[in-house]
């Protein structure tokens, strides 16, 4: 691209002035190229972190951001503000559970048949667990919900290993003691998040404890996030899920 | 009791003296009968802690707790240590996976059928569970080892599960996240100790992780001592075995 | 049990869709065991952990429950939910200490004769010490209450060594420095269920001081649970009594 | 399956016995079809953990697991012991570097253009880098090594971008202020394995420092793993580069 | 000076009372030299640190030190305490973000070109930011603020990294992880206060884990205040530039 | 002083140079008087602190001090250390157990009654005991040892708790869960000091657990030194006796 | 003196009954010896820690205690609490700011002539300091005040040395860094008791910083207590005051 | 730049191929401009961090770093392995204390008057300070060492304070409590860079009760470095140094 800036400049087609303005462009293309990669995932929508900004400053985010593309996620946010929000964007939906305000493509078709497990330990773990649900589903991906199959009782857990089996990815919610990813880790061959909630008591330390069994699970193939962060795990799942389609889609083309 | 010696003195059987090296004695009956206590759990060897003794302090307090009963059980003791106590002690039987020194009476018969089950991890956490075995079997209990039935494949644990649901107390050793104890917990109707173990790196902070999980359990029914503390969980579950025995006996003596 | 199965179908009795029926449940049969296992120990109620549930699921869970069995516990759950079960509810029994809610059959008759000794080391542990006294009480178990006997005045501990002597299991409840089941297990030869409380200011670190003091404890016999967690000791003690118990009549079998 | 065995038995094809085997491991079908899935991965060698093993261990589970299978991958395994098992299993190749040792199939193809990008920030950190690298590559995966690129002197990180934008996923290790996955997360559109190393000196904490940078990474799409884990983060990955493959291939056969 | 005191005493010049007096202020010179100090740094406002003190006790130390010097700074006051003080200070300011109420001559004139650039990642550390900026404006020096500039889009800092690296001195503000600063270090050749924030979830421990990126920093030329300390880092930034400002004054007085 | 030296300047019969120079002496008189303070307490020896000290550096640090007086006390010093020291010191000896190296004078007279009591819960604290029990001797202190009268054993404490509640002070050193301060605090009406020690295991984290227990003590009058401080208590123990001796005999002085 | 019973009940002067009872009370006479030292500490006020108490349950105590002695300090006792009880206990007096409540004999004497001195940092540690000092002033002990001598202005401490240098022990109570007892335990030559605050922000963990500054005092003669125990320490500075006045007294009597 | 290139372009004066050439590093004009930041630091030498590298690789990047510039330093460097580069670059000098080995034009002239004052607690903390008054010099800056006026003996400080108070900048090191740094910024008008030392024993934790002491500071003007990071100190130190200099020389350019 540049050589053809240069020789327009040197044919006379281009002046100066333009070339320098298009070689600044290009000088920033390395940044450009993220942006274009940004694009390139705008399946995905933009996310905003909802925790501690005012109504009004999501709402002047969400206008901002929707001049590019319509699907906007915003996480973490309470329902007073989520009333606030929808107010002024009353195409928006808000889910309490997850805490999750967001706009999404209703005519969005879902090409891939793969699916994400959502695994959760106990009824407690639930905004967690459907935080994570929601955002794999607004990120375009399909996804198995398999609840309150804690490890104190490992039955309820082998009762639906197959549709987590069946899974591409696995994210898998626990507090407490966090024993369940180590669980799944063993009994799955694919890759599995796992995230830590702070849901427990006394020496549980806010998800220290649950957070610290995940990162020292002797089965591969577990990967953590940060306690609570449900959305980091549906990034992670979606990003594969992306991966998987697009190993497809090049094969596809590949063939034909 | 004192009203015995008292009366005595009045009737003039019993000189002053005497009465009160008995009185003195009676005085410190609270304490004493502890030490009955103790004589009563003699079928218990004598307990040792090993670690930061030297092989002459060990003799020394061996020497001196045979007066009172053969059965001794040293802990924590090193090879080399071990060796140099042997040579003066040889009729003691030193197991080097367990680092335990002990002299047994072979003649000791196991009059209860019912077992203590010693559930480890992984081949790493043997020394512990050694540990935990070889004490419960010096303290007169028997015992059914499970090995290397680590959460990572569930199925190896399954597929002893039955052995353990039939144990009177489980001892679940583990190290890493620890996770071991809470699927134990779930799959049985019996009390089980949990150890953790320092077996582990990076945040396993040599078994502060395992440990924390244990304490977090969200199965009833655990119950959890020190890092690497196979001998307490051992005692502990010794000390339910001779109740149960104890139970099994009064009610024999009341049906008799 | 398979075989028959099987020999029926082959003699025509069982269609081979009955048997496929009988061996599904028959291949659930491990775990299937498992829930016999839970029918067996019926005497002891079901458990609902009440924090961060609403009054509405708990009136639902304990609907449910109480269709396969009336005696149901309810622990951790304030005052103001309490009361609302209690309007849905008004055959429970509602203890604001302990924060207990449940259901009891008043006519259950206590067989065993052996106590559990809950003791606590000072009024501020009470709560914890309640929760597991009357959850003993509750699973079926003779409880004896020694309050407020902490280190800090040895002499009143000593005053009632005899009580605790003479129990079965110990349950000790302790905060701040959380040193009372040290002592305790010094003087007892029964297991002891150590449980710290969040009890305490500055560098307690909201009961971790005293979780750290009990799992060093240099007596043996005595195991941990999680920081206020008098259920779980309670819990663990009830075990052991019907291990007793069990063994009591077994022989008692035997010999008839 | 299930059905068919009773007909069979039904119709006197098969007698009780055969059947009653067949049953028994169908019963186990749960587990067996883990099994199953573990040989479908295959192309994935096996793995032992080597720390705490002595040579003569893993010279013995070497020699089972080959049985199975000659691909066999021994992590964290020292030189002398390598030597050792070097001695008796010469077809092996030690990795001094990444301490690794393994037996590997020259023959093996590499179909999947795709690569892991395995980015690392100092020379300190080049072991766990090697140990993660060389995994990925010896579970088939192409790797792209990108090391020395800490964000102290970011422009060494730029100037290698768009190799990291090319992968299909990428590692990223560091150890100190671990602040590198966050950066390199903001410039990728795939997944990002962080694994925090025990480098550092002061308030690094082996590592722990580096973790919770990780954990609070404000870049989406980054998931860790336990300090110093290189391996884990490459079994990670080649999931992924698998189910990448997969994707295509089930792609392919419909297409055909 | 002391010998000029002694030599009127001697010369009958001074009374022994007096020289007493004037020997005592003497004898507290040493401190009183701090004094002078501070004297000559009261381009320094004084600094009233305002949690933890009611409206009256701030107040009431506003009109002492006012005494002295008009210039009085307060940090960390809420509005609800700032509004009562402006009440009877109305000729303060309270700037709402920075938590800052100050008095300042508005006729300062600033002779120094220098700038500070306050750097910070995102928008949740704005009120950390702005107690800093504001604060160092407060004491005399030109600010530059360069905000939301996490390392999660590094191409936002790379735009602005003239602005920062033109700056005498960096304050970098940073929450999460805490990475920015590292990545500014490695850009710039000036030094580099780095302010942890309290900002974040789960592990990042209120601020704990940009605390450790920081201080474990592999850039050099980084140094690090409290969390939340903007004044700090804002304090340490202004003494800098009044030792440039020192020094370029010195040196003309030497030319001239 | 001040007023002595003026009137002697003006009565010309000091002269300004030498009243100078007894005035700078004055001036600095503030800290002088604590060297005077130190000087009254001379029965207390000098200590240095030999821990990464070379056997020179005590050498030579033991010469200058002897220069002011002989009594030295060099504590935490290894027995190579302090046998290469004695070649060039022969008059002090050296005790192993407490790792003091000490010069004392052997005519010293204790004209004190009151004892202080150094009390330790195992034998493996006998080593800091032993460096607070001689520490307190040589400070010139009668000490009565009582050890191994740990809480697992509450009569072994009792048998001897007379001789503890007849002491000034008492000192009390436990490691594991450092209970035993707590009890001793509650059965006496003195100052207790107490020294959490480094012996343990698992979660007794090198001290830390017997320090939070001891911090947290529910008796009063308990105060804490470092882990393994066993100088710290002792020296607080020796400077409350010299309290009482010197109330006792400025009495002496107001009766004569 | 059993020995005279024992013969008053051989010469027929004591019965049985009358011996037994009288026996009893001997046999606790090591306990009642306990009481028997409290007894004489009765200069002491009985203590009440008010925390975690309701008002109905002080009221309550203080009437039992009052029985025995009517000098009770009740520590730690919110105004709203402390209202409620001076509603029924009017002789009472509550301090707001130590949130202490008392009643103490106005016409008590103070014959000891020492003081103690309490220091302390900041205006925010005052609450703590006052603690300490009202709580030594009914534990009949002179104090002397010296706020807000932190080290930040080492000289504000320098100008009230001798105030403390010549008390008889000097508690020093200090927030954030913790740093004064240092200095003021390297100035004075008497007992300095530590009293870390959780005053303080960030990286101060609510006094966990100044404990540990406190710990590791590199001064000699420091002893700390729990965070915000400011009783603990006044108790500790009274107990030695009582050694001092009993040494005084004995020697007045040895004298006479 | 670029509009020079392109006009000679469109004057046919350049090639398209080496304009490209040159725009590309333009392009990289950015990253390049930091080079000449760097550059125009050069009287600061390049700096190696010795640990964890092998001679072999020390000397390797010795060769290659004073192809650009004869100045290095490298820091952390054991004895032995700088006697193994010594043997290789014989124009090197070793300081075993600070453990730096560095070359450095001995001919460089010190024009700025202004020092440093490196100031340490005790003789332990010896070796950082070294390290950080020799990186100090060897970056181009006087430097005042003022050691062992650790906070215990206050006066020995105030002996210096005028040679500190007198310095641009103030290092201070300081191990145990730390305290040392918070004296020190209470008594100076500069900045103060405090570097905690892993100095100590028990709660001390290497370090980590110094560092918070320091990050909890009240004196303002004090910021941190890692535990032991002397050089980062001096490196700071040296920054400042150079800005006052510059800023010195800007005004001198301007004046002329």
Known sequence: MMKEILEKVQQGILSVADAQEQL???ENLGFAKIDYHRKKRQGFSEVVFGEGKTAEQIISIINTLQLKDKAVLVTRISKEKAEQVL?????????ETAKILFWKDSNQELRF???IAVVCAGTSDLPVAEEAALTAE?????VRRIYDVGVAGIHRLLDNIEDIQNATVTIVVAGM??????????LVSHPVFAVPTSIGYG?????VSALLTMLNSCSSGISVVNIDNGFGAAYNAALIHRLIQK?????ENTLS
């Open 177 to 186: 003691e966090g024993a369940l990813p180590s669980v799944v880790g063993g």
């Open 87 to 95: 107010g002024t964007c009353p195409s928006f939906i808000y889910d």
């Open 113 to 115: 048949e793969g699916y």
């Open 203 to 207: 020496a549980s330390f806010n998800g």
């Open 247 to 251: 190993g497809a889609e090049q094969n």
């Open 24 to 26: 600044a462009t290009y």
């Open 138 to 142: 607004i990120l375009g991906c399909r």
